[in-house]
């Protein structure tokens, strides 16, 4: 993919400079989890592009998966994890995850998070692809909000942890094939250059390059391009897990309806008061997400209706209202009571799986460079996300990132000292405009219909065009704004995804292909599509 090194010229001579030991790219869940286990002999910096509790963390409503009860086990949570990961997930990953997951709870707890209980104990709930009842949730269907209340109140009262909030990080410093630090814009400061020993990348997912989503505005995937263009692996970018059930009112913001609501055993319905999943499979509601997201998707061709219905009336309303607040506080603004009108879903863009390629401590291809959290790939979800276990993998990752980070930072030279770096983007035509508000709507609209839940080579090759075209005279423009940085970021991880969707000749997890319906294991078994590399390379 041709295109500039960096999205924005700067003169290390002449730019305002910050120095930190470990900069933190992110304050969602795994980016703050980071930055509280760096000691407090280094200094951390944390810079979000928005407010800091503007994260997809803060809108996860089902709750974080862990093994707590007598009945569960962890090869139970594993073989689950496995099972809906489609032949693709590392089993040591998922192995390690899963043992960590119950002590990342209890820290929270520690940490003043107000989980939901029952007769004194933390209550659990069953998610879709779930065999036993392990979800810890908090405030009926709000968990992420509480979660990170507790987490972003622990991180105020860290005494070496200093938090920039609407602060752009435009991209990664690299100097000598090594991340040295990242070029932000803060408002009312300008461009500076943070300079750091070691960068975690934390910046969550892209759900934003889809016209429907359950993601908050910022989810542009601002640390996958980046890291992109400084030269880090990118892997599975085809895998784009689409969200059962989001509701769909003609006109309005697109609104998550948790896993959960089925997990307690409400019923999806087609138009014509149908149920539809027990004869897609035998777990019914309860199957894994890509399964349910493609029976409603060709329930919704056959019916010619433009969502299909969830329905909730024949549980018991006391336990409706008290489990899911937030959905019915949402459904009443629309006329619906959940506990006896059929609500309106269809699916849509969720969570990326694919992202940037990390081992197991989370450390990527590029030295200086660590990620955690839905910016990273790293193995745990194969070809499709088990329900609840993203919070938990942010947890478990942003940990162990920080305690290779600061194992790094201790041994780099004890003076940071600024590189004489510049960087020039030529100026474009000054008569030659582009519309930034309506590219990027075409481009989320192109992936809806080219690059959603079902494919085929015909739709990819003609998305792979026009976005290739798109490229072509955006992506080398020096925007001076949010909306240009956002566009150029949206392209480049549209971009990879239908690169990676073309090339897997097969249907697995989240990825399915019309023309090649069938996952193969003897083509493709433990493969992983791997994102060609940047161009120019980093410099």
């Not at 002590?103 to 107000?114: D, P």
């Not at 996958?224 to 059962?244: C, I, K, N, S, V």
């Not at 200086?368 to 329900?387: D, K, P, Y």
Request: glycine content about 10%; charged content about 25%.
């Amino acid at each position: 993919m041709s295109a500039n090194r960096y999205l924005v010229s700067f003169d290390a001579r002449t730019a305002y400079h910050r120095f930190a030991d470990v900069l933190v790219v992110g304050a969602g869940i795994a980016g703050l989890r980071a930055a509280l286990e760096i000691p407090d002999d280094l200094a951390v910096l944390v810079v979000t592009k928005d407010r800091v509790t503007e994260s997809n963390s803060s809108y996860a409503q089902g709750g974080i998966a862990g093994v707590r009860s007598p009945e569960d086990a962890f090869e139970n949570h594993i073989e689950d994890t496995l099972v809906a990961g489609d032949g693709l997930c590392d089993r040591a990953v998922v192995e390690h995850v899963v043992r960590e997951a119950p002590a990342q709870i209890e820290t929270l707890v520690r940490w003043g998070t107000k989980f939901d209980t029952e007769n004194g104990e933390l209550a659990l709930t069953r998610e879709g692809g779930h065999s036993h009842r392990r979800i810890v949730h908090a405030l009926g269907d709000s968990t992420g909000f509480e979660v990170m209340r507790a987490i972003i109140a622990t991180a105020r009262t860290a005494p070496n942890l200093t938090l920039w909030d609407d602060t752009f990080t435009v991209d990664l410093l690299t100097h000598a094939g090594r991340c040295v630090g990242a070029v932000v814009a803060r408002n009312g400061a300008g461009k500076v250059l943070v300079w750091a020993r070691q960068v975690i990348l934390a910046a969550g997912g892209c759900g934003m390059v889809y016209r429907e989503t359950t993601n908050p505005p910022v989810a542009t995937g601002d640390g996958m391009a980046a890291a992109y263009r400084a030269g880090a692996e990118l892997r599975d970018m085809e895998f784009m897990q689409f969200h059962p059930t989001v509701l769909y009112v003609a006109g309005s913001a697109r609104y998550l309806v948790s896993e959960a609501v089925r997990g307690e055993g409400a019923y999806l319905r087609d138009v014509h008061g149908e149920r539809f999943m027990p004869a897609a499979d035998d777990r019914a509601e309860l199957a894994p997400r890509d399964v349910v997201a493609r029976a409603i998707f060709r329930t919704m061709e056959r019916t010619q209706h433009p969502n299909v219905y969830l329905d909730l009336s024949h549980l018991d309303p006391e336990m409706v209202l008290r489990r899911f607040p937030g959905i019915n506080r949402v459904c009443r603004g629309f006329g619906l009571d959940i506990t006896r009108d059929r609500v309106p879903v269809r699916p849509g863009a969720h969570y990326m799986i694919g992202g940037v390629t990390v081992d197991a401590e989370g450390r990527t291809t590029l030295p200086g460079l660590w990620a955690a959290g839905e910016v990273s790939s790293s193995g745990l979800h194969g070809a499709n996300r088990l329900a609840s276990n993203s919070l938990v993998e942010g947890l478990v990752y942003g940990t162990a990132c920080a305690r290779g980070a600061a194992e790094a930072a201790r041994r780099e030279p004890g003076d940071l000292a600024a590189l004489p770096l510049k960087y020039v983007i030529p100026p474009a035509d000054p008569t030659d405009r582009l519309d930034v508000a309506d590219l990027t709507a075409s481009l989320r609209s192109l992936m809806v219909r080219k690059m959603g839940i079902v494919r085929d080579r015909g739709r990819l090759a003609e998305a792979e065009k026009d976005v290739g075209f798109w490229c072509r005279y955006a992506l080398a423009r020096e925007f001076d704004g949010k909306p240009g940085w956002e566009l150029q970021n949206l392209l480049t991880v549209a971009r990879l995804m239908i690169d990676a969707a073309r090339r897997r000749e097969e249907s697995r997890g989240t990825h399915f292909r019309s023309d090649f319906p069938a996952r193969d294991d003897a083509r493709w078994g433990l493969r992983h599509v791997v994102a060609p590399p940047a161009n120019p390379p980093a410099g």
